[in-house]
């Protein structure tokens, strides 16, 4: 008696699970432009006042970007050189949580160069403060060459930082650099950072190439 239903049951449970895989398939894709809008929305505020004063973004691509403009992963204020600003408040960079890089001083190359200017960056010396930095975890690349910025307090929770340049900034102790394991690279030219200072730094961290 029981024989023939059982054909019969299993053809149920397949069409659902099934319906299930289904349905799933469709609420996935826009969950995940939900969640981009979302980002999208929280990144505004950053991304119009770097637009406003000139600086630059790059988006991350992927599947959903012909729609919307995908995270951002890259910021720079490179070609400010002619903009004067006191006081920047880089608070409002704290909303771009999927930024790699970013670039506040002017320009260091990733290969050393011996041709620097020497004409100091208005906008990068209106920069004293990092704080709103230490909540962009997933930074690799961080240039605060020729700030005001002297506490690098909370650079210590940039994990991933990679590569840093305080080229001409006013810093003088590297003390937090040390909780930077995966420091490759650090620039300190015309700082006046101490021998000392350097010493513990390497020792702490002894596979990071300090640029004088």
Known sequence: MTSPETPRRRWYQFRLRTLLIGVTLVVIP????GRRLEQARSEKAATSWISSVGGKVEYES????????????????????????????????ADLQYVEELYVGREVPPVLST??????????????????????KRLTRLSLADTLVTDLRPL???????WLSLDYS???????????????????????????????????????EIVR
Not at 121 to 128: A, D, F, I, M, N
Request: glycine fraction near 4%.
């Open 30 to 33: 826009f969950a995940l432009l």
């Open 62 to 93: 992927d599947w959903l970007h012909p729609w919307i403009s995908g995270p951002v992963r890259r910021v720079d204020f490179f070609e400010l050189a002619d903009m004067s600003v006191s006081g920047v408040d880089l608070t409002i960079l």
């Open 115 to 136: 041709t620097l200017s020497s004409t100091s960056h208005p906008l990068s010396r209106g920069v004293r403060d990092a704080s709103s930095i230490a909540e962009m």
């Open 156 to 162: 210590a929770e940039l994990e991933e930082l990679e």
């Open 170 to 208: 006013h810093v003088t102790d590297l003390t937090p650099l040390t909780e930077l394991k995966n420091l490759e690279v650090l620039y300190l030219r015309g700082t006046q950072v101490s021998d000392e200072q350097v010493r513990m730094l390497q020792k702490a961290l002894p596979d990071c």
